[in-house]
């Protein structure tokens, strides 16, 4: 079987390494280190995966081959089952290495150390934003600098007392989506275009927490028209981005047509976000100026203020992010919720008794309230399973790990991808079934990999809103529930479209049926 020793090691002291060393350095370094076996790793050349070609790498099977970009989580699922658990593809020139096992991605995130490394989700946007003299924001740096910004938010976005200060303001506006359900619905109970109005809710409901203002999604004027316009441009942008990331990086020497079109949006979106933002400050500091700031009021972007670390590049792309990234992560999620919920009468009805023993419709929600709610937390995180919004979490790894017996250097750039297990018996029993009690401690179901399912990412570098995220979804789903009955009248399942994240394939035909 061979002696177990760190990689290491056995560089740092290749003319002592002896089974006598071996073993004394097991011992010592067995709880701190990643441990392989020496003459069963393979070498980092030898991991499996596509032929590639000069420059182009794999870049030709999205162009000519089967691979299509818009269908990227399946070409994942197609390699894992070709090449197994860990595959090399390269994207031009950049070789990026997809980790599937939950083992090896639990390797990854435990050597990842205090500053993991990681990889921007978008490339176009840390280009757009270099190009533009903006803060790169928390997703696109790392080290030092991501250390600063994120010690700087941590206090107001990751602890839940300060997250759950905006609990009524969320309520609010997830009312007013209820209302606004209603309105829109037609005589079939469904809601044409039923996304855009859930993106007009997680744009109102961002607001209301960055701001403390409503900005008018909902109506039928120009605020309801310049949020619909914004809603536009992040399609534009999301989808525009899934290109370019499987082409080859011309746009970045030449403003090719579509890198045209991506700035464009970008200036708009960014533009119109930075107003409100700025339009809050101005307030904020008037405030201030007359000693009238009330107390409480403006939270958010008072506190950033009050960060001496962060200047105003860094105030505005934090608030930027955390007022629009939920259109493309929050929304869908949603959007599946609804789905699920209206797809699986039962645990619907189950849900609903939860909700109904704990809220009435005019009750307040409180932290107390949703912490009681367990069966709708598993719904949501079921949903995750069966209808995720991403398709991986990047790192560039800081030290040679071995992953599924293959030699990975420091610097390398890997995708862990373990969606490609979420449908699969081996991990999860009854699999296809939709049971949000294998989530619930002590049922038969809840033995899962504890690194399976990381909607939000896991450790230091987890999602930075998630908490927001989290409450968003809880309160529209338990406003919803209590005035709806939700059924889903199209027999074909709904499936998914990458578009740099995970969007639904087409319109989503939830019917709102009010109960009495």
């Known amino acids: 079987m061979g002696w177990y020793v760190t990689m290491e090691l056995i560089v740092t002291y290749p003319k002592c390494y002896n089974k006598c060393f071996a073993i004394k350095f097991t011992r010592y370094f067995s709880k701190h280190v990643h441990f392989a076996k ?54 031009g020139t950049n070789t990026i290495i997809h980790v599937f096992d939950p083992d090896d991605i639990k390797t990854v995130y435990i050597n990842e150390g205090t500053t993991p490394y990681v990889v921007p989700l978008q490339e176009t946007v840390q280009l757009y934003r270099k ?54 619905r037609g005589a079939n109970g469904e809601v044409e275009n039923l996304a855009d109005e859930i993106a007009k809710w997680s744009h109102e409901s961002a607001g209301m927490v960055c701001f403390e203002n409503r900005l008018s999604s909902f109506d039928d004027n120009e605020a309801g028209e310049r949020a619909q316009a914004m809603i536009n441009a992040n399609k534009v942008m999301f989808k525009l981005s899934s290109q ?99 797809t699986n009468p039962e645990v619907q009805e189950k849900a609903y008794q939860e909700i109904q023993d704990n809220l009435k419709r005019e009750d307040v929600i409180t932290y107390s309230t949703i912490q009681k709610l367990s069966y709708l937390k598993a719904v949501v995180k079921e949903t995750f399973r ?93 406003s919803i529930l209590l005035n709806f009955k939700l059924k889903y009248p199209v027999s074909e399942p709904l499936e998914q479209i990458y578009s740099t994240l995970l969007f639904p394939d087409g319109p989503v035909k939830v019917q709102f049926i009010s109960r009495n």
């Open 38 to 91: 020496i003459g069963e790793t393979k070498h980092f050349k030898e991991i499996p995966g596509p032929i590639r070609l000069p420059i182009i790498g794999n870049l030709y099977q999205y162009k000519f081959g089967k691979h299509k970009v818009e269908k990227y989580h399946m070409v994942l699922e197609d390699l894992y089952k070709q090449y197994g658990p860990l595959v090399r593809q390269d994207l």
């Open 131 to 184: 190009t533009r003299d903006m803060s790169l924001g928390l997703g696109n740096v790392n080290g030092e600098e991501w250390y600063k910004l994120r010690s700087a938010v941590r206090k107001m976005m990751l602890r839940k007392r300060e997250v759950h200060y905006y609990l009524p303001l969320v309520q609010e506006v997830a009312r007013d989506l209820v209302k606004h359900i209603i309105k829109k």
């Open 244 to 342: 370019l990331k499987f082409s080859l990086p011309i746009y970045m020497y030449i403003k090719t047509p579509k890198w045209k079109k991506l700035i464009q949006a970008e200036d708009f979106f960014y533009g119109m976000a930075v107003h409100y933002i700025n339009t809050t400050i101005e307030k904020i500091e008037n405030l201030i100026q007359r000693n009238e700031l009330p107390e409480g009021k403006y939270n958010f972007l008072t506190y950033l203020l009050s960060r001496k670390e962060l200047n105003r590049k860094d105030i505005t792309i934090i608030t930027f992010s955390l007022f629009t990234d939920g259109l493309s992560t929050t929304v869908p999620a949603l959007l599946y919720n609804l789905y699920c919920l209206a």
């Open 386 to 478: 069966l209808y995720p919004t991403g398709t991986e979490i990047s790192r560039i790894i800081q030290k040679d790990l071995v992953l599924s017996g293959y030699h990975v250097p420091a610097g390398s750039h890997v995708n862990l991808s373990p969606h490609v297990h979420f449908k699969s018996n081996k991990y999860f029993s009854r699999a296809s079934e939709f049971l949000p009690e294998r989530w619930i401690r002590g049922n038969e179901t809840s033995d899962v990999h504890p690194y399976l399912l990381t909607p939000f990412g896991h450790g230091v570098r987890t999602c930075a809103g998630m908490r927001f995220a989290e409450q968003d979804l809880h309160v529209a789903l338990c």
